[in-house]
């Protein structure tokens, strides 16, 4: 444990999106004059924004006398949070965090011994420069891909997982492994207070899952907390925390929450159900939607999608890195720009994540592309991809991806096998079905 006061940090560098409100009150009456004077823009900016404005035509809307009111909700909803009221708090807080990194060190979690449980390591130095002093646990474990059986030694298996799909040795896959189930076991006890940073991807919400699952099954610490977000203003492509600066970490304390019985107990059903062989358990979860967690609902139904699909057999992901290929031969690195920048409904993937899916892609009988034999013995990101005449026939459902013998993967406790009969995704019903 540990409550040391962290030395101040240089705030000035780490606060690239500093929220003028003056700015944003500005922002509101152009548009009101915009929309007063009947500017297209304008008015499809009221019409996506405003639940009033929704399916009017520019003609009524142009009709509108628009109130300061309005156009400030536009705004607000534009930067993505639901009302005006809510900008001026989040604007609040973030001043709050300003003032007070510029100022004599103070630490937002100095009051009782505090774990931060986050499911990588991408904030751990942003939390220390925002001034935060407690302890950091990091549960990693992507269980959105690979095996997760409901039988058997699972520490086992994700560890053999880990080290094959990342290039680990498997000593430290191990070791890994092993310090976030301890670190988990202990902090009930070593800590008055935990504190969960999550957002709303599959990556982490499966993890969450996993988390509180473990905490249903085993003491509790005194305060369980959670932090979850699905987006923060003037971050047009939310991806998730890596992106906040110090200012904008410390300024999410405040909207910390008690973790309640009912995300225990959604939790506990999450973790079950993905682990189970039949994916209708999770399906269903995600069709009634999780107002305990409403991340969670959009997160199982992307993570469902990795399933094969019934128009091609191919995982979402792997249609879509397919297609990056499909305009010109890339590098896997710029493939991977591309789906986390543009055309991943739900960015979820590390690089080692993907690189794991082409690698295993590229193991297939007949792999859906060719690496270049000048880039062959790059790291993968450097490596240079061509569809070969099977991606393509794959791409134009010419042929059926499992048709092309790649090698057996696992969507979550679902086995996906060449030679067997399994689940696949229907894009038609948006539901799981047997095959």
């Not at 907390?225 to 987006?231: G, P, V, Y």
């Not at 008690?258 to 225990?264: A, C, E, G, I």
Request: proline content about 9%; charged content about 25%; glycine content about 6%.
């Amino acid at each position: 444990m540990s409550v040391a006061v962290p030395a101040k940090p240089d705030f000035e560098l780490d606060d690239p999106r500093p929220l003028d409100l003056e700015g944003q009150r500005q922002r509101a009456r152009d548009l009101q004059r915009a929309v007063l004077a009947g500017e297209p823009d304008a008015l499809a900016r009221l019409r996506a924004h405003h639940p009033r404005a929704a399916g009017l035509s520019d003609e009524s809307l142009a009709a509108i006398h628009l109130q300061p009111d309005d156009a400030q909700l536009v705004i607000a909803r534009e930067l993505g949070l639901g009302s005006w009221p809510a900008l001026v708090a989040h604007a609040g807080r973030l001043a709050e965090a300003r003032r007070t990194l510029a100022g004599p060190p103070t630490a937002p979690d100095a009051d009782r011994p505090t774990l931060h449980v986050r499911c990588g390591s991408d904030i751990r130095d942003g939390l220390r420069a925002a001034g935060f002093a407690g302890d950091f646990l990091e549960v990693s474990d992507p269980v959105c891909q690979g095996p997760v059986p409901a039988d058997g030694d699972l520490r086992a298996v994700r560890a053999r997982f880990v080290a094959e799909a990342y290039g680990l040795p498997p000593a430290e896959a191990r070791r890994r492994l092993d310090a976030e189930a301890e670190g988990l076991a202990s902090a009930a006890d070593g800590y008055d207070r935990v504190v969960l940073w999550f957002e709303h991807d599959s990556y982490d919400q499966l993890i969450l899952a996993r988390v509180l699952a473990h905490f249903a099954a085993n003491a509790l610490p005194p305060r369980l907390e959670l932090i979850c977000i699905d987006r923060f203003p003037l971050i047009d492509r939310f991806i998730g925390l890596g992106q906040l600066s110090p200012v904008e970490l410390r300024s999410l304390w405040s909207t910390r929450t008690p973790v309640l019985d009912t995300q225990l107990a959604l939790g506990t059903e999450v973790w079950a159900a993905l682990r189970a062989p039949d994916p209708s358990a999770l399906h269903a979860i995600a069709t009634a939607g999780t107002p305990e967690l409403p991340t969670m609902a959009g997160a199982l139904h992307r993570h469902l999608q990795e399933l094969p699909w019934t128009t091609d057999g191919l995982a979402l992901t792997e249609r879509l890195a397919l297609t990056a290929l499909r305009p010109e031969p890339d590098t896997a690195g710029r493939v991977f720009g591309v789906l986390t920048r543009e055309t991943e409904p739900l960015p979820f993937l590390g690089d080692l994540m993907l690189w794991a899916v082409i690698a295993a892609m590229n193991r297939a009988e007949r792999p859906p592309f060719a690496v270049d034999p000048a880039t062959a013995l790059e790291p993968w990101p450097h490596r240079r991809l061509v569809l070969t005449y099977d991606g393509h026939d794959v791409l134009d459902r010419r042929v059926d991806w499992l048709a092309c013998r790649p090698p057996e993967r696992w969507v979550g406790g679902v086995a996906i096998r060449r030679d067997a009969e399994s689940w696949r995704w229907s894009p038609d019903r948006e539901a799981p079905v047997p095959v």
